[in-house]
Structure formats: structure tokens, C-alpha cells
């Protein structure tokens, strides 16, 4: 990424506006914002940001950086990704990708792929839901007063009961490496200790897509319609380049503009708890 680019967008965003995407913020001087510091736990705030210089710092843990550093920080961006990203929300068109380096452009490049598949796959999920086959799904979804508005909302799906349709469906648009480092798809090792060939992790099971903050699909959890002794009730996606199990929580992308508003959030144990309440018209 070329750096006159990152200061061509450091000069025309708002260092406010992203920092509030993250936090709220209120005005405590002509140009400073102050919030609780997202980097430390603290009750009254002493995280400032500057809208005028472009900074932020905290008095109580002395974080200080640019718009870059923060989103760098608070997404676990690189440099490059996070002058994109920033770019991104303020809706400045980007250049032609340029890296620093193979290998970060290699990580980068693999990122997105992992991304372009999980879309793939949640598209591949919410038509199955339509099909004969996940009759007994929807009537589960059905028996919980899931609408099918709430569907398309948290673009819940099936996935059907077979080892291979769906690697098959992928596999003519991913690379090899794509899916096996995707979490989607289950491999034994050969005895000679390569990868075996890959089968369906979700098999038979309601699919809930899990999405980062920016609302790309990076996992996904899923319910077993029939459970026994052998199958766990839930079954997740696996950690991957895109999904940190700790770092992401179920539906707060869309929540977090309702929470940001109401000034809290409404914190509940399972995803079918999260989309009960957002039906009943809590969305923070
Ligand atoms: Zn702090």
C-alpha cells in the first residue's frame, strides 16, 4: 500500500466518526471525544480522541495512535488492511492493492478468498433450506416462530445430510488450500500423513452464519436436527486465518448501531436466544 495513499486517507476522514463506530463518544471540547478506552477496563472515561490532529490516547493506559493504529488494533489488521478498511468506511476508492511484502499479500490474498467462501457457502446453506430435503428443518424453525423474515435476516440454512455435494458445488471456484483452510470441510489423514480427501463438516444441521463486525460471514455454528449419544447438539466452525472463537460475538454487527443508541446491550447465552429477542423487537 502506497503511503501517500494512507495519508491522502488520513486526511480526509474522520477520525471521530470511525473511532465511534467502535465506541461511543461524546464531545468534551471544541475538538475532543471522550469515551471508555476500549483498551483497558475502566468506569469513567479517559480515552480522548482528537478531531482536529487525528489522534487518540488514553490517560489511563497511554494507547496512542492514528486512525490506523486503532483500527489495526481493534480488528487485528495489518498496516495495509487497516488503511483499506479505513478507507472502506469512509467511502474513498481504493488503489491497486500493493504489499509490502509476498507473504503479507499471500495472507491478505487468502483472507479474502476465505471470505469469498464463506459467502459461497451461506448462499450454498440458505438454498438448501428451501429443499425438499430440509422439510424437517424449516418445521423446526417453524416450531421456534422463526418467520421467515428472521431467516433471510440471520440467513439461517441447512446443510444437507452428504459427505460431498457442497465440496463438490466449491470446488470448480476455490483453490485447494481455500477449502481446506476454510473450517467448512472435515479430512482424516493418510497413513502416509498427507491430508485425506474432504467431506462436509455440517452434515444434516441448521446453519447460523456467524459474521464479523463488518458483517462478512467468517464462521458458522450449527444444530443438529437429530441429537444423540454420537452428535452434539451444536457443532462450530473451527478457528481459522478469519475466526478467533473469543473475539467475535453472534449478531453484533447488526446490533451494535441499536446498542450505540440505547447506551447498552442485551447479552444472552445462544444464538436461537439472540434471534428470539431481536423477533421480539430487541436489537441491541
Ligand atoms: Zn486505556
Not at 58 to 85: T, W
Amino acid at each position: 500500500m502506497a503511503d501517500d495513499f494512507a495519508q491522502l486517507v488520513k486526511q480526509q476522514v474522520d477520525i471521530v466518526r470511525i473511532v465511534g463506530d467502535y465506541l461511543k463518544l461524546r464531545k468534551t471540547g471544541a475538538q475532543n471525544y471522550t469515551g471508555l478506552c476500549p483498551f483497558h477496563k475502566e468506569k469513567t472515561g479517559s480515552f480522548s480522541v482528537n478531531a482536529t490532529h487525528g489522534y487518540y490516547y488514553c490517560f489511563g493506559c497511554h494507547e496512542k495512535g492514528d486512525v490506523f493504529n486503532f483500527v489495526m488494533k481493534m480488528d487485528s489488521l495489518s498496516f495495509p488492511e487497516a488503511v483499506r478498511a479505513v478507507a472502506t468506511k469512509a467511502g474513498i476508492p481504493l488503489p491497486k492493492r500493493e504489499f509490502s511484502s509476498p507473504e503479507e499479500a499471500r495472507e491478505a490474498g487468502l483472507r479474502r478468498q476465505l471470505i469469498d467462501i464463506h459467502e459461497a457457502a451461506t448462499q450454498y446453506f440458505e438454498a438448501a433450506l428451501k429443499s425438499p430435503e430440509a422439510a424437517r428443518a424449516r418445521e423446526y424453525l417453524t416450531g421456534r416462530a422463526v418467520s421467515a423474515e428472521t431467516v433471510k435476516t440471520f440467513r439461517i440454512g441447512y446443510a444437507p445430510d452428504d459427505f460431498n455435494h457442497m465440496r463438490d458445488a466449491l470446488k470448480p471456484h476455490f483453490a485447494e488450500e481455500v477449502l481446506r483452510a476454510s473450517g467448512l470441510f472435515s479430512a482424516k489423514d493418510q497413513a502416509d500423513g498427507s491430508p485425506g480427501s474432504m467431506y462436509a463438516r455440517f452434515r444434516k444441521r441448521i446453519t447460523f452464519p456467524i459474521a464479523n463486525e463488518q458483517g462478512k460471514v467468517i464462521a458458522f455454528t450449527a444444530r443438529a436436527l437429530e441429537v444423540d449419544d454420537k452428535t452434539p447438539k451444536y457443532l462450530n466452525s473451527p478457528e481459522s486465518a478469519l475466526y478467533t472463537k473469543g473475539n467475535v460475538l453472534f449478531n453484533l454487527d447488526k446490533a451494535k448501531a441499536e446498542m450505540r443508541k440505547s447506551d447498552f446491550a442485551l447479552l444472552v447465552e445462544g444464538q436461537m436466544d439472540c434471534i428470539s429477542v431481536y423477533m421480539a423487537g430487541i436489537h441491541n
